[in-house]
């Protein structure tokens, strides 16, 4: 089933100076390890999906107001934040206050390049700022439907329709926006009604076979609250690092197999994005 357009992106934020602050900021090629077991070719550690807060972070040495913190459940320690001495932009691991990537830039938003690596020798990251798929992006899905879908939230709740085990997939959107060889970050926060258990795949622009996927998804179900996931990856590179077909038609594919997610069970997604 098709459920259609429903407006793909959420806004920006006014600051102080007339500046435009994004909601969202992919970090990508930050050199700082990758995620272990069976998906060792998707970026981990600094990568991923920073949101927009304003909220009082309490690091001493660093501007209140304004700052991007990681949606990633074992991850929200790290920051984007704004040097007091210098006013330069850095990506701070807030639990030690560690500086580990610098941006040298004082403007009113991070830079896209420009950072260089502070503390160790790795590789420092590019950040990304177009949204290519959101929650609200048209949506496919195969033996499970649509309960509601907030436009003022960005959230969507889905049901299993199957009450025995058997594949369950939702397609947010397309990727014809990237070419092979892009670096880009995906990252969501989901919850369930507590009844859901189990992973599953994560496609992004990947053709069959269905085992062919980017990134084996740690926290499908299992929380009644909100948790966010997220990863980055080059485009036409499975969760391995090897090379994929790929599909641009698809944007970001679920796929859940199994009994862990059946019917009337459901999930809610939001968050989601794929940027690049």
Known sequence: MDFGSFGASFGSFGATGGATL???????????????????????????????????????GFDEGVHWTNIDASYTHLKILRKTSDKQWKLVNSNSLLVKYSSGSTADTPPATGWSTASGTDNPPTLLFKTIVTEQSPLSLVSCSIVSRNLGTGEITIKSDLSVAGLKSLTFGDSTALSNGDSYVFGYEIKDDGNVTGTTGIQIGVSSPATTYVRSGAIW????????????????????????????????????????????????????????
């Open 221 to 276: 179900g299992g929380s009644t609250t909100y948790r966010g996931e997220t990863f980055s990856q080059e485009y036409g590179k499975d969760r391995t690092g090897a090379d994929l077909t790929i599909n641009s038609s698809i944007g970001v594919r679920f796929r859940v197999s199994g009994s862990t997610w059946s019917t009337p069970d459901t999930i809610t997604i939001k968050n989601l994005r794929l940027m690049a």
């Open 22 to 60: 994004p909601e969202f900021i992919g970090v990508a090629e930050a050199g700082t390890g990758n995620f272990s077991g069976g998906n060792t070719g998707a970026g981990s550690i600094y990568n991923g999906l920073y949101k927009l807060s304003t909220a009082t972070h309490g690091h001493s």
